[in-house]
Structures are given as structure tokens and as C-alpha cells.
């Protein structure tokens, strides 16, 4: 019954989605009050119906169902509780349940939280939200239901969760990936409202930009996880692999990148209006671009849900209506709203124009690695692999290029700079971060590596020029360094976020340039040294897990003859499925971290043993959180609710109605 319950919330939730999608925005064109104030409520129906299916969907999991398809194939009586929850998003169906309720999660949000928008352009976000709402419910329902049975027959126990997914990171990556991804349909809506309500001016950006900014740290958050997950559950030593599946989430994290930056100059500068626009239909094209490669079986690979072309052909169709559609109402909206405008070259908008620019190149060469072997492969023209030969050497320069022109942008001022204040200012932190870029790797690595100076200049670069353009803003003030807390949060979010990027660019080039690693045969007792370090292998013992048997090594770990680690290694072999698993042993710091690694089990009790030590690895993760915390701090700047009860001022005095078909 409780299936069939789900399926049902499901089928209403479909519902009251096409109700959103037609009846507001039917409103929006008639002028009427009373249909375009239905958005509100409608929509938190949606949330409703989808978070009491997905709530059965847990409680089916916890219970052991498997009636249910999706419970036999993601779950057994051996799992954990906390993986059977997880297993919620484990599979296909689940995870695809999991994104309808965080769209609908993120609509009641802008619904409750954006009251001070006029009813009109609301009633359109919303609408639009609505639309992208049917299509996943439609996908739901016609191919991927989750309380799908197989009755009257059914196994009386069910496959186990993948074991790659019975990990704590996978517990808490795929939901806030999925907030990031999702999130960026709210800025797709607004710009969408926008260029229905035939206006583009600088309101809809302003209204927009704290949703973007915190959709956008979310993502980041969801991406560091996935790698941090990578790098020490895989048992690689890895923390990038360029796989399609994580270019997928980080394409769309680039363009949402581009997009906060716009968002910011058409808000203050009112400029840059279509471009703008454009960088929200293609940000939220490509998340639903990472949806098709994950779930139509195009890739094979370890985060790829679903292998069906059905599923496949479903989500390109509806990608085609989105992008297609979306770009059909650009072209005959954007003769109306495009703005001319001249731009001085020593000003914040140019350089974030150029900011731009380099960023959608650095997307474009993402998204040509990863689709041309699959065009390659589809046209019959041959197997092709792009791999990371091709992108570190195509994307990397351009992302050293990126941070010389955001270390620029802290000393400039919007309109226009005076050039003898710009080249002044710039001399003394560009000395300190040549001179410290140069010393820093040569005196830690013992000898003259070029690209590991070369990172470091730019990174010190990055975040001297940030630091001492905030200071110089204070001083121009006029309060001196007190001034520094009278800079907004927004701007302080920008400070964060650039310090964070050049924390990830120090920790990429440090443990690219200096991780040394050796692949060894260890019985117990003996040692094997990598550098300064001495690993020895004291024993193999056999342990129990909840849902399977383990061999756990105990390796001491000697600096100088002195203890300094011990890690635990294992090598599981998972009860259900019989599939065996490596598990790290790591000694994590913050300026090193030991890895090692079990292989094979060798003839007379000895092991493959992989030993590593990765310095600075920490500072990528460490970055990825102050670039996230910068978007959030942003997000939290009061000027946006200042200026969001300014416009509910004007609508008031205006009444709803007419202000809202203004814009």
C-alpha cells in the first residue's frame, strides 16, 4: 500500500506542477490578481506531495520492501540504516526523486522568501520552475518510478547499495551537488520571466543574485566533496580525474561562475543585460546536460546512474525543448532590450567582461574533451579517449591567466579607474608575489621546479593584489583600516571566494609537483621508504564490518625513528555482492598527508602496497570550503533585502498589478 501511496503523491504533485506552469503565467498575461497570486500556494503543494513520496520512498527502503524494484536493486536486510537512507539517492530512480524535491524545494524558497517581488514577475518565476518541475515528474512517472513492484513474485532479499556508495561522503555529496545543480533553474527563471515580461533592466539581476550566489557555493561544496570522496575511497591517491561525469558537475559550475560575475556588473551598472541572460539559460543547460550524461548510458563510469535509451532519449528531448526554447524567446526578445554601452578599459566591468570571456573558454574546452569521444564514437569516426594530457594542458593556462586578471580587478572601480593609482598601487604586491613565488617551492622541493613557481606566482599574485585591494578600498574611505568593516559582505564574499581559488591553485601545483609515491612487496615486518618516511607492515588481520569481511592492515609509519602515523589500510569484500573494495589507510595534516594503499594479496603473505606522501593536498578542499563560505557570505549581504523592500515600496505605491507588467 505505502508504494502505491508514493506513486499516487507523485501523480498529484504532476498535477498541481502543470497547474503552476499554465495557470500563473496565464494570469501574468491577463493581468489577473487572483491567478497570478495562486503561485504561491500551488507550488508549496508540489513541495508537499513530493516530499511525502519521497519520505515513503525512505520508509519502504528502511523496511526492507522488495515488492519494490528500486528497494531489491539499492538495498538488503545487511545495510546499515544510515545506507539504507542513503541508498534513497543510490540509485537512478532515488536520486531522480531526490533532484524533483530539492527544484521543489528551491521554489517554495524563491516563493516564500521573494515577497517583495511584484506579484506579476513571481507569478512567472514560478510558472517557469512549474514547467521544468512537469518535465522531471513526466520522466518520473513515464520511465524511472521509484515504488515501481514486481508482484506476485519478488526475491526475498535484495543486491546490495554499490559499496563504492556505502561511504559517509557519498552520504552527504550527491544532495549537495544536487543543490547546486537545481538551484541554478532560479536564476534560468528569472532571466526566462524576464524576457517574457519584455524588459531587461538591472531589477531581475538584483533579485537574482543571492539565489545564483547561493546555488552556486552549493555546487562547490558538492564538487569538493566528490573529490575529497574520490581521494580516498577509490584508493588512487587521486583527487581529478577528468572523467566525464565530473566534468559534467563542473561545467556547469564554470558558466555559473561567469554567471555571478555578470550578475554583479548588470545589477550595478546596469550592462551587459543579454549577455547576462545568456550565461542563466546556458548555466542551467548544462546541468541538465550532466543530467543526460549521467543517465542515458552514454558514459560508463563509477558515478553514472542509468544505462537505458529510453531514459536517455526522454532527457535529450527535453533538453532540446529548454534550450531551444529558451534561445527562441532570446532572439525575439533581445532586439528590445539590447543596450550599447562604452566601457573604459581601466574599469571592474571590463575586467569582469574579460573575467568572462576566459571562463566560457575554459567551459567550452571542458565540454569539447568530454563530448567529442561520445560524437566521435556515435558517427562511426573511431574510439577516441581525451584524458588529462589534454586538459592540463589547455585548461590550466588559461585558468593562470584568470587569476592575473582577478588579482587586478580588486583595485578597480566601477566606470573608471585613474591609471597612475592603478599602476602604483599594483607594483609592490606584484614584487612580493614574484619573490615569493619563486622562493617558496624552490626552498621546499630543494631545487628549481618551473611549474611549480610558476603556480606559486600566481597564486601569491591572486591573493596579495585581493588583500591589499580591500585595504586600499578602506583608505579611500577615508577611515583608514577601520574601514576594512565597513566594506560590504558581498565584497568581503569576493575576498573569500578569490583567497579560496588561490588556496586550490597552491594545493593543485604543490601536490602535483612534489607527491612522490612507490609501489612495493610487504610481508609483515617488513619496510619499505618513500623520502624521509619508513612504513612498516606489522600485520594482516582479518575483520568483521556490518555487511562485510575485511583484511586491515597495521602499518607504522617512522620519521627519524620516531612514530609518527599509524594507518589501517583494508582490502573488503562486501558479503551481498561479493565485490571487493580498497579502503586507504591516511595520515591527513595540513601541509602533508600519508597515503597507503592494499593491492593483491601475494604469495607467502605478502601484499602490493602502494605508499604516498602528498603534500599541501588538504589546501584543495580547504580552498573549495572559503570559495563556497564566499558565496554564502555574499549571499547574506543586507543590501539585497534593502533593495528588494525599495521595489515592494514602488509596487505598493503602484499597485501589484502594474509593476509587475513593467517588467
Avoid at 528497494?71 to 534513497?88: G, R, W
Avoid at 506476485?152 to 563504492?164: H, R, T, Y
Avoid at 532570446?330 to 570571456?357: H, K, M
Wanted: glycine fraction near 10%.
Amino acid at each position: 500500500m505505502i508504494p502505491e501511496l508514493g506513486s499516487f503523491c507523485l501523480v498529484l504533485a504532476l498535477c498541481l506542477a502543470v497547474v503552476v506552469a499554465v495557470v500563473p503565467l496565464w494570469g501574468s498575461y491577463k493581468n489577473q490578481g487572483v491567478l497570478m497570486a495562486m503561485a504561491s500556494p500551488l507550488t508549496a503543494g508540489v513541495f508537499t506531495f513530493t516530499a511525502i513520496a519521497f519520505a515513503l520512498l525512505l520508509v519502504v527502503l528502511i523496511n526492507d520492501d522488495f515488492s519494490v524494484n528500486y528497494v531489491a536493486a539499492s538495498s538488503n536486510t545487511q545495510l546499515p540504516v544510515y545506507y539504507k537512507i542513503s541508498a534513497a539517492w543510490g540509485g537512478h530512480e532515488g536520486s531522480l526523486l531526490l533532484w524533483v524535491l530539492i527544484l521543489a524545494g528551491w521554489s517554495v524558497a524563491v516563493a516564500a522568501f521573494s515577497k517583495s517581488l511584484p506579484l506579476a514577475m513571481r507569478a512567472r518565476v514560478l510558472s517557469i520552475m512549474g514547467m521544468i518541475t512537469v518535465g522531471f515528474l513526466l520522466f518520473i512517472l513515464m520511465t524511472s518510478n521509484p515504488f515501481a513492484r514486481s508482484l506476485p513474485f519478488f526475491p526475498p532479499e535484495g543486491n546490495d547499495l554499490n559499496p563504492l556508495l556505502q561511504d559517509i561522503g557519498l552520504i552527504f555529496h550527491p544532495p549537495m551537488l544536487y543543490l547546486g545543480y537545481v538551484g541554478f533553474s532560479v536564476p534560468f527563471a528569472f532571466a526566462i520571466a524576464a524576457l517574457l515580461g519584455g524588459r531587461l533592466d538591472a531589477a531581475w539581476a538584483r533579485w537574482s543574485r543571492p539565489w545564483t550566489n547561493l546555488a552556486w557555493a552549493c555546487l562547490t561544496l558538492g564538487i569538493a566533496l566528490g573529490s575529497w570522496w574520490a581521494y580516498y575511497e577509490l584508493g588512487w591517491g587521486g583527487w581529478w580525474f577528468w572523467d566525464p561525469v565530473e566534468n559534467a558537475s563542473f561545467m556547469p559550475w564554470l558558466m555559473g561562475t561567469a554567471l555571478v560575475h555578470s550578475l554583479a556588473v548588470t545589477d550595478k551598472r546596469g550592462v551587459f543585460r543579454s549577455w547576462t541572460v545568456l550565461l542563466a539559460i546556458f548555466t542551467f543547460s548544462l546541468s541538465l546536460l550532466g543530467t543526460f550524461l549521467v543517465r542515458s548510458g552514454v558514459l560508463t563510469s563509477v558515478h553514472a546512474f542509468a544505462a537505458d535509451p529510453s531514459r536517455g532519449m526522454f532527457i535529450l528531448v527535453f533538453l532540446f525543448i529548454v534550450v531551444g526554447g529558451s534561445l527562441l524567446l532570446f532572439a525575439l526578445r533581445a532586439p528590445q532590450v539590447t543596450q550599447s554601452s562604452r566601457l573604459n578599459f581601466l574599469s571592474l566591468e571590463n575586467f569582469l567582461l574579460i573575467n568572462n570571456v576566459i571562463l566560457l573558454a575554459a567551459c567550452l574546452t571542458v565540454l569539447f574533451g568530454t563530448l567529442f569521444p561520445i560524437v566521435a564514437d556515435a558517427l562511426d569516426l573511431g574510439k577516441y579517449s581525451v584524458g588529462a594530457p589534454y586538459f592540463n594542458a589547455v585548461f590550466l593556462p588559461m585558468m593562470l591567466v584568470l587569476m592575473v586578471f582577478m588579482g587586478t580587478s580588486a583595485w578597480l572601480s566601477w566606470k573608471q579607474t585613474r591609471a597612475f593609482n592603478w599602476q602604483r598601487t599594483l607594483l609592490v604586491p606584484a614584487l612580493a608575489a614574484m619573490l615569493l613565488g619563486f622562493a617558496f617551492p624552490s626552498v621546499y622541493g630543494g631545487e628549481f621546479n618551473w611549474k611549480a613557481v610558476l603556480g606559486s606566482v600566481f597564486g601569491f599574485w591572486l591573493v596579495l593584489h585581493t588583500v591589499a585591494g580591500a585595504v586600499q578600498k578602506s583608505r579611500l574611505s577615508r577611515r583608514g583600516v577601520a574601514g576594512l568593516t565597513k566594506l560590504s559582505r558581498s565584497y568581503w564574499g569576493m575576498v573569500l571566494g578569490h583567497i579560496g581559488f588561490a588556496v586550490v591553485a597552491f594545493g593543485v601545483i604543490m601536490t602535483t609537483q612534489f607527491s612522490v609515491e612507490r609501489d612495493v612487496k610487504l610481508a609483515p615486518g617488513q619496510s619499505a621508504t618513500l623520502g624521509d618516511y619508513e612504513f612498516r607492515l606489522d600485520q594482516v588481520s582479518a575483520v568483521e564490518g556490518s555487511n562485510y569481511l575485511s583484511d586491515m592492515g597495521f602499518v607504522t609509519v617512522k620519521l627519524n625513528g620516531e612514530t609518527v602515523a599509524t594507518l589501517y589500510p583494508e582490502k573488503r569484500r562486501y558479503l551481498a555482492s561479493g565485490q571487493v573494495m580498497t579502503e586507504a589507510g591516511i595520515d591527513a595534516g595540513l601541509f602533508r598527508d600519508l597515503y597507503l594503499s592494499l593491492g593483491e594479496q601475494l604469495e607467502g603473505g605478502a601484499w602490493a602496497v602502494r605508499v604516498q606522501v602528498k603534500p599541501f593536498v588538504r589546501w584543495l578542499w580547504l580552498g573549495g570550503i572559503l570559495i563556497a563560505l564566499g558565496g554564502i557570505w555574499a549571499v547574506m549581504d543586507p543590501r539585497y533585502r534593502k533593495k528588494l523592500v525599495v521595489g515592494r515600496s514602488r509596487s505598493k505605491a503602484q499597485g501589484n498589478l502594474a509593476a509587475g507588467a513593467s517588467v
